[in-house]
């Protein structure tokens, strides 16, 4: 059974809150016209969902989760934009689903966390209409960098690292995805990249708080302990590192993320 390395904690959603289609899925958004079908897999609180489903209307969207924990906020931000969107749990491993029933198939920051993505890629492929898309993007975290340097954040990474291979999930997923979809049979593909960056003082008062947050109070923290990978002391060094990270005038942070768009 997968193991979620974040969880669903406050500073969890914090961050995911943040996503849109226009952030998150640019490469795929030519790839939409209205009447479209859409599955989003891993859907979290639907911002993202949210704004596709704005994109393919009135083609009908679903959006699954694992956890039935951020569904009801994905429901109320459904409802807040007015758009008509489906939620629910889901195993993108079996999906409740027909064989070609959808035009577009989407996984935000999945497969990193998944034990078997090329199970997870081939049920993808299953549900989606011969000349549809399937869209996946996940970040690289090592080549994530930022400035100023800090021994603190370098501890973060080693240890983000860590907790989620003891999960049995790859960190680095970004610079696999194009491995894993040959993989899985999937030869018809377009690989990208893009990145995201924090440098103003609002994006760092973002991230900063959300990461702090998730050093000592989040799935990631309690794992890192479970695991014997650190302590509570060192979570809290973790968390200040990130908080002098936000104060800096000069603070700068990107995250580079592996894409690729799969035609069925």
């Known amino acids: 059974m997968d193991t ?61 989760d694992v956890s039935p924990d951020p569904l009801p906020e994905a429901r109320e931000a ?10 629910a749990v889901g195993d993108v491993y079996a999906l409740d689903l027909p064989d070609a029933s959808f035009d577009v198939v989407h996984a935000h920051q999945v497969l990193q966390h998944l034990t078997d993505p090329v199970a997870a890629l081939r049920e993808m492929a299953r549900v989606c209409r011969p000349g549809g898309v399937i869209a996946v993007r996940d970040v690289d975290y090592a080549a994530t960098t930022w400035f100023p340097l800090d021994d603190g954040l370098d501890r973060w990474l080693e240890l983000y690292g860590q907790v989620a291979r003891a ?25 990208t990249t893009s990145s995201w960056c924090y440098a103003t003082p609002a994006e760092r008062k973002w991230w900063g708080d959300s990461w702090a947050g998730r050093a000592t109070a989040s799935s990631f923290a309690e794992q890192a302990v479970a695991y014997g990978l650190s302590d509570p002391e060192e979570l809290d060094a973790v968390a200040a590192a990130w908080l002098r990270w936000r104060d800096a005038d000069d603070g700068w942070l990107g995250m580079l993320h592996g894409e690729l768009l799969i035609r069925a």
């Open 4 to 64: 979620y390395t974040h969880g669903h904690a406050e500073p969890v959603l914090q961050s995911h809150r943040w996503r849109t289609a226009e952030n998150s899925a640019a490469y795929l958004l030519p790839s939409l016209r209205p009447g479209l079908d859409l599955l989003d897999v891993g859907c979290g609180p639907g911002t993202i969902t949210v704004d596709l489903a704005a994109r393919v209307a009135p083609g009908r969207a679903l959006g699954l």
């Open 78 to 87: 459904a409802s807040r934009a007015g758009v008509e969107v489906t939620f």
């Open 167 to 191: 999960n049995d999930a790859e960190p680095d997923a970004g610079r696999r995805l194009l491995s894993w979809a040959h993989a899985a049979g999937l030869r018809d593909v377009t690989a």
